[in-house]
């Protein structure tokens, strides 16, 4: 999603990028969920308030905060700090359920954020995080503070299943990225972009919308439901695991520092997910 988003950037600004991909995104969604629940489920059911804040927070702020962010920095940081979404999470858990994560756990969070940081830098921190600016860094980090905020919403909606939960928070995150768009527009900051500048990033934008919006964020909902906030952040350390592997199919070599570092991350995820399973193997019972 970076590399591709950072490319796109100069041809449609950070805030039309993400006004587009939720439209599109947004339209599926409903079509879906009237498809699979019907044309009651998108009815609000007096949860229009909380629904509407954690779309603004998370689909609207990370939209706005990581693109606007990316602008400025590169997308090897910005895939750095959302490695840092697992130790939030993991945090922030702690403070407001008194969940507070076994060592283990903690172990395989800083396992595989140390296999992030040597996929991501290449075991060269300083000169990964070269040729960026502060404020961007910033940026996306309150983008990835804001979808912490998002993930932690999914167990304030018992009753919904995580196609009604996506949809009934992207409609009003998507309705907040265009009033962020056009204030942005009237201020000067941002415009809007032309037919040409749309369709010479067209498929960025189907990429967007299908991918990265629909199977995406429902994908993410969905792992929330099964696996719990935790477990669902600290699987998303897999990403640039996942990103190198696209790459290496298509002819890049590697260095033996960035395997070890994809190996750590995977070695990582399977011991948490043991470990949990053992947990939960007596409840079964």
């Not at 296999?115 to 830098?121: E, H, I, Y």
Request: overall charge positive; some cysteine; glycine content about 10%.
């Amino acid at each position: 999603m970076f590399p591709i988003a950072k490319r796109a950037l100069p041809h449609v600004d950070a805030f039309a990028l993400g006004s587009l991909r939720y439209f599109f995104g947004s339209l599926i969604f409903i079509a879906l969920l009237w498809a699979f629940e019907g044309p009651r489920a998108l009815r609000f059911d007096g949860r229009i308030v909380p629904a509407s804040a954690f779309g603004v927070i998370g689909i609207t702020g990370f939209n706005v905060l990581v693109w606007v962010g990316l602008s400025y920095t590169r997308p090897e940081h910005a895939a750095i700090i959302m490695a840092l979404q697992t130790p939030l999470i993991a945090l922030t858990l702690w403070a407001t359920r008194g969940q507070r994560p076994s060592p283990v756990v903690l172990g395989c969070i800083a396992a595989a954020l140390c296999g992030v940081f040597l996929v991501v830098t290449k075991g060269d921190p300083a000169g990964a995080f070269a040729g960026g600016t502060l404020r961007g860094d910033l940026l996306v980090f309150a983008g990835a503070v804001s979808w912490v905020t998002y993930t932690l919403a999914a167990g304030r909606f018992a009753g919904w299943s995580p196609l009604r939960l996506t949809v009934l928070t992207c409609i009003p995150g998507a309705v907040g990225l265009f009033i962020a768009n056009g204030l942005a527009i009237a201020a000067g900051i941002a415009a809007w972009p032309s037919l040409q500048d749309a369709a010479a990033v067209g498929w960025q934008l189907v990429y967007f919308s299908t991918c990265t919006v629909v199977l995406g964020v429902l994908g993410f909902n969905f792992g929330l439901k099964h696996l719990g906030p935790l477990n669902t952040m600290l699987t998303l350390n897999l990403v640039p695991v996942g990103v190198f592997a696209i790459e290496a199919a298509l002819g890049r070599a590697f260095t033996a520092v960035e395997l070890f570092g994809a190996a750590l991350v995977i070695a990582a995820l399977v011991a948490n997910n043991l470990y949990l399973r053992r947990l939960s193997a007596p409840a079964r019972s």
